[in-house]
Every structure is written in C-alpha cells, then in structure tokens.
C-alpha cells in the first residue's frame, strides 16, 4: 500500500500507556484509529489527543476476553475505516504475589486477558486480513516471553504462551507472504501498568532502572507498518531475559526468587490489591507512570526487582557455558 495513503490501526489496550502513545504516534502520521479498552471515559481523553493530533478516531469500549465483542470490534473497524492495516494487540494485566496467595479467579482473569484475548484478537482480524490480501499483527509480549518471574505466575504463563501463540500462527500464515505477525519483547517500561497490577505482597511495588519510555516502544511499533519483522526486542534486560533463559533456566528462575524475596525485605507496606485485573483503572488516561522521576539511591535499591534478576541469569548462564567449554 502507498505509503501517502491513509492508513488504518486498531489498537486494543489503547487507553493508556504503550497503547496511548502509539495511538498518539499513529495520528501524528494522519492514521485512521480504532481505539479499544474497557474504560470509555479514558478512551475518550486518549481519543481528544489523537484528534489533536491530526488523526481520525473512533473509540469502541471492549473486553478483550469477550470473543464476540472482539469480534464486533473488528468489524466496526472495518466499516468505519473500510480496511485494517494493522492490528495492535496491546493488552496486558498480572499480579505479583505469591501462586497460593493469588486467588485462582485472579489467575484465570490474567490468562484470559493476556494471552486468549490476543487470541481472539486475531481470530477477529485474520479472516480481514486474508480477505484483503495483506495486514500486520503486532503483539505485545514483553521480556516475560523470555524468562519466567516468581510470584507472577500467571502473567509469566501468559507471556510464555504468547510467544508459542506467535511462533504457531506465524507458520500457518507462511502461505500469506504479505500478512505479517511481529511480536515486541520491551524491557521495564514506564507506563502506570505497575501501578495498576494486582497486588498481594502486602509490599509497595516499583521496577528497576533503566526503565524505557512508553514513546519508545510505540515508535517502534509504528516501523513496523512499514518494515515488518517477526520480533522487535527493546532494552538490555530483555535481551539478558533472552540469553540467560537458553543457557540457564534454572539459574535465571532461582536468583529471581532470591532477589524478589531480598527486595519484599525491605520493601515499604502496601495494601493488597486486584488493581485493574478485574475492573478497569480509575486514574485516568495516563502515559507515564513516572518511575523515571525516582532517583534516590534508596529508591533504586528497592526497585531491584526483576530488571536485576535477568541480568544475574545472563551471568549465570556465561558462567555454566564457560564451565561446559572447559570441560
């Protein structure tokens, strides 16, 4: 398609964070935007901005766990816009907390909005897609699709199976060379998502420098409309993620046990939480979550969580090749 065309995005999660400053990047090119989460009143805020921007908006409140409302998200997308260029799957929860400690309902709720509703997301887009003859799906993974964190078992069991998810589906699409899967692997980004986790720690929760701009991520889900590739991997600690997990699991996996417990030690009170799991947030459409602004010393040692931790598994696995090669 020329580049000079409009062009159309759906952007699921699009309410704040990532999912706000790539609808923002879209409009400021003049994209047709189809905006999706289950909070109307952010989804309104975001929309204003868009508009602002120069793009064309319209917003359409769903849950993505909801297949037939996935579904009609889609099929609105299309009569509005008359195609869909690209579809981001943006949503994302967890929860951190011990697994028995985490009510199973919660677990479930994760799961579902994590991994099945990127499901749906393209069961929803793909029969479009393939009617049209071309479409990019972008999917938001994260560094958790490359190594697994202790005490967020569900949303580590989402990430992981976003990755199979994608992997799977790239190969069935091989016959479709001009509909493309690309998935996004960021690092800590500093989005309100933290803020807005579930919480069953009974401990105050941050994230470990360096931390990426929201901005960031969604320039780089903007390149890929025009230069697809299969995956996009944002920040050193994904990168850590990815070669610790292939050389050491197990080291990866035990270290992050013991610098989660190290850090809960210290860890200021914090009141138990579902967060937005559940419900959608009520702080407002919000890009930042505003972890970059901590700078005192104590502030970061507290936010050594798992940042930290995969950078000891990549160590880890340095070390166990380097005994393998001497042997």
Known sequence: MARNAQRTAVITGGSSGIGQATALAFAARGWKLILAARSKQDLE???????????????IPTDVGDADAVKALANSARQFA???????????????GKFLDVPIATHEQIIRSNLIGHMNDAHAVLPIFIAQGRGIFVNMISLG????????????????????????LRAELADYPDIRLCDVYPSFVDTPALRHAGNF???ALSAPPPLLDARHVADAVVALADRPRDSVILGSPSWAARVSHFFAPSVTTRAAKSVFERYFDQADPAPVT????????????????????TTAPRSKTKAFVVGSVLALGAAGGAALLGRRVRA
């Open 201 to 203: 720690t009974g401990k």
């Open 45 to 59: 805020t975001v929309a204003e901005q868009c508009r602002d921007a120069g793009g064309d908006v319209l917003i």
């Open 145 to 168: 699709g490359f190594a697994a964190a202790p005490f967020a078992v569900a949303y580590s069991a989402s990430k992981f199976g976003l990755k199979g998810f994608s992997e799977a």
């Open 274 to 293: 579902h967060g937005n799991i559940l419900a959608p947030p009520t702080d407002g459409a919000l890009i930042d979550g505003g972890l970059r602004k």
């Open 82 to 96: 008359g195609t869909i260029d690209l579809w981001f799957s943006n949503v994302g929860v967890g929860a951190v």
